[in-house]
């Protein structure tokens, strides 16, 4: 069976630092994959999706980046983080060109900017 | 590109009281359509999904949604809510055979529910 694995679960960073956080998929091959951003009273907020390896789209210029270096692995950075940079992120995956097209969730990383 | 309408942001209810939910989509093809849950901090639940068949689709913890096409609508029911319902519900949408990206998986910005005891 499919699994998403998410993390950190929880993150404190300081204005000004880098970040990383990771998400990798088991059980599929060649899955779509997203990062969403949930911030306090706007909803979920796609940030970038990728449809195989090293093609990542954006959906919102800011100061993040993803990279897809693997087939089953997709990154979110920062190389310097900004306060409204604080929420909660989301990777999701989903099976392409399906009839029955479902997206899977990890559990999210709690970021909070200081 | 398809788009997804939440049409109330917050919504507060007394125990026992019926809920209704709206969601509204634009794509004039045929939809995948699911609500999720987010109980306060925890992650992300699949609560139900419509993929074909029967408009009224049963989920967990008593809900329901009626996909009705002529409207582009999948609002979700519960005829009678508890406390514990309290949490954001998103509405979703896919399209089959999508190739993904942003118009593979379009959510609505959420509903709070409030449920006071």
């Known amino acids: 069976s499919q699994t998403i694995h998410q993390w950190p679960a929880t993150l404190v960073q300081p204005v000004g630092s880098p970040l990383s956080l990771e998400c990798t998929v088991e059980?599929?091959?060649?899955?779509?994959l997203y990062w969403y951003r949930q911030a306090a009273g706007r909803g979920l907020q796609l940030l970038f999706y990728s449809v195989g390896i090293g093609q990542i789209s954006s959906e919102v210029p800011q100061n993040l980046s993803a990279s897809r270096p693997q087939d089953r692995q997709f990154i979110l950075s920062s190389k310097k983080l900004l306060l409204s940079d604080s929420g909660f992120y989301l990777c999701a995956w989903s099976v392409p060109f399906s009839l029955y097209t479902e997206a899977f969730f990890g559990q999210g990383t709690r970021l909070t900017v200081v | 590109a398809q788009s997804v309408s939440q049409h109330n942001h917050h919504v507060i209810l007394s125990e026992a009281a019926s809920l209704e939910l709206g969601c509204n989509y634009s794509?004039?093809?045929?939809?995948?359509l699911f609500w999720y849950v987010q109980y306060p901090g925890q992650h992300l639940q699949l609560l139900l999904k419509y993929f074909s068949g029967d408009p009224l689709v049963k989920g967990i913890k008593g809900f329901e949604a009626e996909f009705i096409k002529s409207k582009f609508s999948f609002n979700l029911r519960k005829p009678s809510v508890q406390w514990s319902d309290t949490a954001e519900y998103f509405c979703a949408v896919t399209r089959p055979y999508s190739g993904g990206g942003a118009d593979g998986l379009t959510f609505g910005k959420g509903t709070h529910l409030i449920i006071q005891p």
């Open positions: 794509y004039g093809g045929t939809v995948n």
């Open positions: 059980g599929t091959s060649n899955p779509n």
